[in-house]
């Protein structure tokens, strides 16, 4: 009975070492090292007494051992759950936990305890794999759900929302921001021609290069059908005035199979001078599109706030073709 009290440390289901040298510098050497050591790590019994504990470990868990784990056993008398590396006879690497705490009666001596981690290590792995996963997945679904899928430019939902912020920076810096709405002129004459395949590639060529108009930070958007949306921060009437010309430009030679097409496109456009809310600039420039349809088309008009006449409050940036 009493045997079974004091049980050998061979009968433990971890590796146990005795090292030397816990206040001297340089190696410190095993003075003893159960049977688990060789067994489960693969050290050979009969040369571990006597070797330097260096010989054991990976060089990066040598110097974790000299610099954290020695000093929190000096200084708190052990040292718990640290995770270090075995570098083993074969050359494999095995991640063990390590707990040390000074010997009970030779202060100079410490007692180490090493439990094998290899599934905590697996687990752990797969577990920092299934985030990494996890966080791609999430990116292409943020990336979905803020894209829209013919174009590659940003939906509806997500226009609504950087608008709000970027007119919400405007107000704070007092910079101006504009917002052109743009369409195309009888579009449903295109699809009716090409078929709505041919229509999908007019869309999506001219989504590209509308984004090549703009700046990395200028909002395009394509707001549904053939409607697109830009939102532009830090713009004067002379800049607005110059993109919308831009935008006319790249319309009138979209490239399709075979052929180079002439777009007609309608802007409405408008700018943030008295008024900071995205809707209110919205409905602006989506009035002066309207006007620019009921004025012939293939133009873009300019929404003037300080014009009283509702009639008066477009103007023509551009002489119709
Ligand atoms: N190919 C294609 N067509 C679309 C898409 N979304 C909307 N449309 C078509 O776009 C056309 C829009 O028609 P309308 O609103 O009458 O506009 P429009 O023909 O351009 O006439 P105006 O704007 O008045 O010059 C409809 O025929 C829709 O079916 C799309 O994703 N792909």
Excluded: W
Aim: net charge negative; aromatic share 6%.
């Amino acid at each position: 009975m009493r045997a079974l009290l004091s049980p050998d440390p061979d009968d433990f289901p971890c590796g146990c070492l005795v090292v030397s040298g816990i206040d001297e510098p340089g190696n410190r050497l095993i003075l003893y090292a159960n049977h688990y050591v060789s067994e489960q790590f693969g050290f050979a019994a009969e040369g571990l007494v006597g070797s330097p504990l260096s010989g054991m470990l990976s060089r990066a868990s040598t110097v974790i051992f000299d610099v954290y784990v020695l000093p929190t056993v000096l200084h708190e008398g052990r040292c718990s759950e640290v995770l270090l590396e075995l570098q083993t006879p074969t050359g494999s690497k095995c991640p063990v936990v390590v707990n040390a705490r000074r010997h009970s009666t030779d202060q100079t001596l410490i007692v180490l305890s090493l439990f094998d981690a290899t599934q905590r290590d697996t687990l752990y792995q797969e577990l920092v794999e299934t985030r990494r996963l996890l966080e791609e997945k999430a990116s292409i679904l943020q990336h979905l759900s803020s894209t829209d899928e013919l174009t590659g430019l940003l939906n509806r939902r997500e226009l609504n929302k950087r608008a709000a912020i970027m007119l919400a920076e405007a107000r704070r810096y007092e910079t101006s921001v504009a917002v052109l709405v743009v369409d195309i002129d009888h579009f449903k004459e295109l699809n009716d021609t090409l078929g709505h395949a041919g229509g999908d590639k007019i869309l999506a060529e001219l989504g590209k290069r509308f984004r090549e108009q703009g700046r990395a930070t200028d909002i395009v958007a394509r707001y549904g059908g053939e409607e697109f949306v830009f939102v532009v921060p830090k713009m004067d009437e002379f800049r607005v005035r110059q993109l919308a010309q831009r935008l006319h430009k790249v319309a009138s030679e979209v490239p399709v199979p075979g052929k180079v097409l002439t777009v007609s496109i309608g802007i409405g456009l408008t700018h943030s001078r008295d008024d900071f809310l995205y809707e209110t600039l919205f409905m602006r420039a989506d009035k002066a599109l309207y006007a620019a349809k009921a004025a012939g088309r293939d133009r873009s008009l300019f929404f003037d706030v300080d014009a009283q006449d509702v009639g008066e409050r477009v103007i023509d940036l551009l002489p119709s073709s």
